[in-house]
């Protein structure tokens, strides 16, 4: 079976330093990764996903996550954090054609 | 496109009624899923249909969940008897045929509120 962990419920980081939100995984085979963002009311939004070849991901509003197969992470990462960029972060994993599992999502929050 | 549709958008019911959540996927998606999203059991796939067919229905809680898809741009998602621990935001979303690795399109979803 499939899983994700992330193991923080909340990070909270200043306007313009760096942030990490953290994931790792577990799945067999080569795994395809993605990163969701949700803000409140709205449904989960694509922000960038790894399915193979380089292991920095680049994706939309400036985030980029590092595939690490040794630590089986898939860390999100932005080297300057918006007070918009608050809202709840999901890692999902899928192994071969099984389906998405996700995590339990990460509130972040940025503050000015 | 519009993106994966969704309604009613709220829905408040009583107990012991039936209710009935509405998709649209986007056009030429042939992978449809439906998903429930509570505080305490975070994100649950319930069902997902490829082509109208539906492929794995293991996360549905209940017998009292059903769901169709008549055709590739409709599915519903029923609950018969509805009751208070279904409260929950249900999100459709939708991914395009190919490889494993194509990501799904969330709908806004549909917060349900059952009394």
């Known amino acids: 079976a499939q899983s994700v962990a992330q193991p923080e419920d909340q990070v909270k980081v200043a306007e313009g330093n760096p942030l990490t939100v953290k994931c790792t995984y577990s799945?067999?085979?080569?795994?395809?990764l993605f990163w969701y963002v949700q803000y409140p009311n709205r449904g989960l939004q694509f922000l960038l996903k790894?399915?193979?070849?380089?292991?920095l991901v680049k994706g939309s509003y400036g985030f980029e996550a590092e595939f690490n197969k040794s630590q089986t992470s898939f860390h999100l990462k932005k080297p300057s954090a918006l007070v918009s960029d608050s809202a709840l972060y999901f890692c999902?994993?899928?192994?071969?054609?099984?389906?998405?599992?996700f995590g339990k999502g990460t509130m972040l929050l940025v503050s000015p | 496109d519009a993106g994966v549709i969704q309604s009613p958008r709220h829905e408040v019911t009583e107990m012991g009624q039936e209710v009935t959540l509405r998709c649209k996927p986007i056009?030429?998606?042939?992978?449809l899923f439906w998903y429930r999203q509570t505080m305490m059991r975070g994100l649950e796939l319930l069902i997902y249909?490829?082509?109208?067919?539906?492929?794995?229905d293991s996360g549905m809680p209940e017998d009292r969940f059903s769901a169709k898809m008549p055709n590739a741009s409709f599915s519903t998602l029923k609950i018969q008897p509805s009751e208070p621990r279904d409260s929950a935001v249900y999100f459709c979303?939708?991914?395009?045929?190919?490889?494993?690795?194509?990501?799904?399109?969330f709908g806004p979803g549909t917060r349900l509120t059952v009394l």
């Open positions: 979303a939708s991914s395009s045929p190919g490889t494993s690795g194509n990501e799904q399109f």
């Open positions: 799945v067999s085979g080569n795994p395809y």
């Open positions: 790894y399915i193979t070849g380089d292991n």
């Open positions: 999902a994993v899928r192994g071969g054609y099984s389906t998405l599992t």
């Open positions: 056009s030429g998606h042939d992978y």
């Open positions: 249909f490829n082509n109208n067919v539906p492929i794995d």
